[in-house]
Every structure is written in C-alpha cells, then in structure tokens.
C-alpha cells in the first residue's frame, strides 16, 4: 500500500520510511511543504503522513490546500505539538488523526490501517468480499476457508482490488497505487499478478473488462 511520508528531519525520514515497510507500507518520501502538496494533489496515494513544522509551507497550510482543492486522501498528523490548540486546529483543518512523537512504529502502522479501512467504507478490521477474507494487520489471506500463501506484491494487489470491490481500476491506476517512485517495472508487472491471484484462488475471481481494466465484483458469482 502506497503512503505519503512528509517529514523534514533525515534520520527520523529514514526510520519511519523503513519501518512503515516492515509494515507493508510502500512510502514516498518528501521533505517540504511544497513537495508535500504537490504529491499528494497529483498521486494516488491511500494515506498522507504530514509533520507540521516543515519548510516553506507549514503542514497545516498543506491540510488547507489539500482539503481546499477537494483531495479526500486520509491525513495522519505526525508532530512533536502536543497542545490541545494544535491538536483542535489540526483536527479542524481536516487531518483524520494528530499523533504526537515519539510514536511506536506498530501503532503508527495499525492507526494509518484503520484510516484505510475507513476511507474504504470497511467498518471491520478483516475484509471480506465473497469467500475471500483478507487481514492487512497480519498479510493473511483465507479464501473458501483455506489460507492462501502470497507474495507480498500479489497481496498488495489483492488487498487494492478488495478495497475498491466492484470498481473497475486499469492497470495503470493499479501500478501507481502500489508501486513508489523510483521502482522500475516490467511491462505486464501487474498482468503476472493478476494471472498468479487467478491461479491461486479462483479463475473466475478477479474479471478482466476489455480496454479498460481489472475488478473484483463486489458479489461475486456462486
């Protein structure tokens, strides 16, 4: 799952880069406002961590030119403001959760989950379309009962699909939610995923829509 990181300190960049994928977490990194808001006004990410004290545009200035211009993606504040009046500013801004640092890297992790999950319209912590049960805290998958053993990009494709149940995503849309920048792809990076989830799980599971793109119906067929 593809994040935003805005963080300006280096060392604490790096840790919260590297921590978050342990978690499953592919972060892009940025280290200014102004980067900040241009990222997440032109990529698809599923979730923005944002420092406040950044250079040029303060965090708070991105939040309002993000909302302003209608970008919905779930804003996590990570910052050492701990007063009542920055957490009510933050949290009126339109941030959907304030978290002060020092921050456990896990709980860090489970709170961008559930900002996800909501975003998603999920209500429960395990995702469940059809005979597929899906855990993103622990990288499970059952399907028909069974655990499934994937590969972390095929569970992140999964997962993705799962998300955005009876949506059609193209390939394209597909590549710049899971991959971050600087990744190189293979040309059918995606097509070879897709063909391993059919193989694994069910043929019929995962629908090609000709000239347009994958879905995983929302009710899929008996």
């Known amino acids: 799952m593809r994040v935003l990181l805005v963080e300006d300190d280096p060392l604490l960049g790096d840790a919260l880069r590297a ?33 406040l004290g950044l250079p040029g545009l303060s965090g708070f200035e991105v939040l309002r030119r993000l909302r302003g211009a209608g970008r919905r993606v779930p804003v996590l504040i990570l910052t050492a403001r701990d007063a009542v009046e920055d957490r009510v500013k933050g949290l009126d801004a339109g941030a959907d959760d304030y978290v002060v640092k020092p921050v456990d890297l896990k709980e860090l992790a489970a709170r961008l989950r559930a ?22 805290a622990a990288r499970t998958v059952v399907f ?40 190189e792809l293979g040309s059918n990076a995606v097509e070879v995923h ?7 799980l069910a043929p019929e599971l995962i629908r090609t829509v000709r000239g347009v793109g994958y879905l995983i119906p929302r009710e899929p067929d008996a």
């Open 194 to 200: 897709i063909h391993h989830l059919r193989r694994r």
């Open 115 to 136: 900002l996800v999950r909501r975003a998603a319209g999920a209500a429960g912590p395990i995702l469940r379309v059809g005979e597929i049960e899906l855990d993103p």
């Open 19 to 51: 921590g978050l994928g342990q978690a499953g977490f592919d972060a892009d990194w940025v280290r200014d406002g102004a980067a900040a808001e241009l990222a997440a006004r032109s990529e698809p990410f599923a979730a923005v961590v944002l420092d």
């Open 144 to 183: 028909r009962g069974a655990p499934v053993d994937l590969h972390a990009r095929e569970f992140d494709l999964l997962h993705e699909l799962m998300l955005n149940a009876g949506r059609v995503l193209s390939r394209e849309q597909l590549e710049r939610r899971l991959y971050p920048w600087g990744r």
